[in-house]
DNA sequence: GTGACAGTAGACAGACCGGTCTGTTATTGT
DNA sequence: ACAATAACAGACCGGTCTGTCTACTGTCAC
C-alpha cells in the first residue's frame, strides 16, 4: 500500500454520494457563502474532495457548474416552499405560507440573501446565468398568479406582481439589514394586499 | 514635441478634470455595470485615462477606490432624492416622491439594481465595503423615519420599515425582471400603506 | 486474470490580478 | 532660470485564476 487513494484529507462536508454531489454540495456551500467569482475551482475541489479532472469531466466548465448550483438551489427552493404550501388547503392560505416558508429561511445562519440576485451581481448581461435566473424568476412569479387567480382575485397577474415585490423587498431587506425580523412586517402587508384584491381591489 | 503625454488614446469618459475625479468616473461606470471584482484595475485606469501610479497615490488600494466609489454613489443617490422632495411640501408628497425618484432611476438604462447590494454580493461579511453599505441602510431608513414622524404617523419606526422593504422590493423587482413598470404597483402599494398608517394603523 | 471505467494527485500552461517601481515630461512658484 | 511637484507610460513581481494533461489506482464484469 503505497499511497492512500480515496479521501484526500479532510472532506469537510459531504462525505458520501458521487462526485457530482459532493462538487455540488461544496459548490452549494461556498458560492452561495462567498460568491461565485471570489471562490475559485481548486477551494471547490479541496471542499469537495475530488480530483480537478473530476469537476471537469462531469461539469465541462466552473461556468456549467455555477449553472448546476443555481439549478440545485431553484429545486431547494421550490420544494421547500411546496412543502410549506401543503400544509395548507386554500390558495389565500398558501399564498401566505410561502412567505413564512422565506421567513424560516431567513432566519438560518446560512442566509446571504437571494443565490440568484448575488450571482447575478457578478455577471454580465447576457450570460448563461441569467438564463437560470429568469427561470426562478418565472417560476415565482407563476405560482403566485396560479394561487392569486385560485384565490379568485379579479386581476390575477397584477396581484402576483405585488407580491413578487414584497417577495423581493423581504429578501432583501433582510439581508442587507441582517434583520430577519422584517418577515412580521411583510406578512401583515401581504395579507392586507391580497385581502384588499380579493375585496374587490 | 518628442510624444504627446497628456491624452494618452482615448479617454472614453470624463475628459476634464482632476485625476481624482476621473478615476471616480470610470470606477462608476464599470464598477457599477459590470462588479467589482470582475473589473480590474488596468480597465479602471485606461477608462479614466490615468496612471496606475495616480491611482495608488489618490486612493493606496483598490478597496480604497471602491469605498470612494460607493460613498459617491451614495451622495447621488442622496442629491437625487433630495431634488425630488423639494417639489413637495407635505410629508406625505415627500415620501412618495422618494419613490418616484427610484423609478426615475430605474427607467435609466444604465440602472443594475443597488450598488449597495450588487458590492454586497460580492464581498465577504466583516469587510470594509460593508461598513459603507451600513451608511447607507441607516441614511434611508432614516429619511424613511423622519418623514413618517413628520406626517404624525403613530409609530414612524414601524412605517418606515415596511416604506424600506418597499423600496427595496421595488429595485430588485425592476432589477432581475428588466421591467422597470414596477413602480406603477410600489407607488399605489406605498401611498396604501402610509394612509393606512396616517388613518390609525 | 484482464480490460474498461471512474476516480485521484498534481504538474503545467497561459492569462490576468493587484501593487511597486523606474524613468520621463509638463507645469508651476519663486 | 531652476527646483519642486505631479502627472505620465509602462516594465516588472509574486500570486492566483481556469483549464489541460499525464500518470497512477482501485473496482467490477466477464
Redesign the interface.
Known amino acids: 500500500m503505497p499511497t492512500k487513494t480515496v479521501g484526500t484529507a479532510a472532506e469537510p462536508a459531504a462525505p458520501g454520494g458521487s462526485a457530482r454531489e459532493r462538487l455540488l454540495a461544496a459548490a452549494n456551500e461556498l458560492f452561495y457563502r462567498?460568491?461565485i467569482?471570489?471562490v475559485g475551482i481548486d477551494r471547490v475541489i479541496e471542499r469537495a474532495g475530488v480530483a480537478k479532472a473530476s469537476l471537469y469531466n462531469t461539469f465541462g466548465s466552473k461556468d456549467e457548474l455555477i449553472r448546476a448550483y443555481l439549478q440545485e438551489r431553484h429545486a431547494r427552493t421550490a420544494g421547500r416552499i411546496g412543502a410549506a404550501m401543503e400544509r395548507y388547503s386554500t390558495p389565500r392560505e398558501k399564498l401566505l405560507a410561502i412567505f413564512e416558508s422565506q421567513a424560516d429561511y431567513f432566519t438560518s445562519s446560512e442566509f446571504r440573501?437571494?443565490a440568484?440576485?448575488?450571482?447575478?451581481?457578478?455577471?454580465?448581461?447576457g450570460s448563461s446565468i441569467e438564463q437560470v435566473?429568469d427561470e426562478y424568476?418565472g417560476w415565482i412569479?407563476a405560482l403566485f398568479t396560479g394561487l392569486a387567480e385560485q384565490a379568485g382575485a379579479p386581476d390575477p397577474a397584477?396581484l402576483a406582481?405585488?407580491l413578487?415585490?414584497?417577495?423581493?423587498?423581504?429578501?432583501?431587506?433582510a439581508?442587507?439589514?441582517r434583520n430577519p425580523g422584517?418577515f412580521a412586517?411583510?406578512r401583515v402587508?401581504a395579507a392586507?394586499?391580497i385581502d384588499?384584491a380579493l375585496a374587490g381591489g
Open positions: 462567498e460568491g467569482h471570489t440573501g437571494c440568484f440576485m448575488n450571482a447575478s451581481a457578478e455577471t454580465q448581461p435566473s424568476r412569479r397584477a406582481g405585488r413578487v415585490v414584497l417577495y423581493d423587498g423581504a429578501g432583501l431587506s439581508r442587507m439589514d422584517v412586517d411583510v402587508m392586507a394586499l384588499s
